[in-house]
């Protein structure tokens, strides 16, 4: 028989190639040439998958999402299901990269958004992407409201927005090296103690 | 007489130049002989002044550091002397980028931003500006402070750090379309009107 070639395994394998070869050089200079050495394959079989390079970056963004989904999922299912404030801090704890693979991690997020904002296609992913965790982490602030967990004067839908602005500028202070690791959770520890009441 | 060339405005003129090529394609893919054009000249012209990318890269973002510092002075002298609180949003609200030419700017700066994680020299210079706004910050909220226009439990070390991160976070959400810039603007006077009190 043939051999079977997974075509769903192969395309992550490449998109991990992507990530690979973007953090040596930085995304925008990648070309398909280079993530095609480094997965291993040729520029054709590349080619296979991949008509262009926006359509490859924006498979290997979305699979770089899902990716965090499954990670944010997996630590969530681990609380108490009863505090929706610990969710919140969870949810936002994951956005700020502690270790060195969630460092190169929210480096190359940096790098798409900066195509995104010079491309229409990908601008309108991380745009969808954007509302989406905004919008789970606003659900997440109207449970804490009604268990009373939300500091009086703070509604669900600014808060939201505003813990996504907090974490995404320190996490740009963090690699800038203007922050540690250990000032930048503590900013966003205060602000949340401020935030969410009586945690 | 030979005709003088007043060699800092050239320089200037260059770096002016650098940010309008890298305004259409980004300041990665940006060439000096591209930057040479733009500004109307040769590129052996343009060696003349800068040998390599990185001098030209760093003269322009300190070129662009020093027009942001003027405004923001400007504004700051045309405020009440007496109202540290005062100057602490209008430094805050600087640096959020409400028409086009403030987010050409700002783009530009996150673009800076990623070179400089990849760029030990860059990121040296990026930590230094960081650092020298920081302190600028911190030393207006500790006149708030003793003025009794900080909030209780609030300190101008953290307070001055967490301002710049939330600043920046908004920023990078304003860019991507996420944000309007009146959500933006919304978003962070809520939070300077709980940081800083009486006002």
Known sequence: VPKQVDHEARRGEIAVALWRAAQARGLDRVSLREVATEAGISLGQLQHYFANRDEMMLFAVEFMSKKNVERVAARVLTLDANSPAARVRAI????????????????????????????????????????????????????????DELSAGHDPTSEAARLIGLAEGLRANLHLGVLSTEETLTLMEQYLDRVLAGH
Chains 1, 2 share one sequence.
């Open 92 to 147: 936002v704890q994951e956005m700020l990269p502690v270790d060195d693979d969630a460092k190169a991690g929210s480096l190359m997020n940096l790098s798409f958004l900066l195509e995104a904002a010079r491309n229409e296609k990908l601008g309108a992913h991380a745009r969808r992407r954007a509302l989406a965790l905004r919008n789970v982490l606003e659900g997440q602030l109207a449970l804490a409201m009604r268990a």
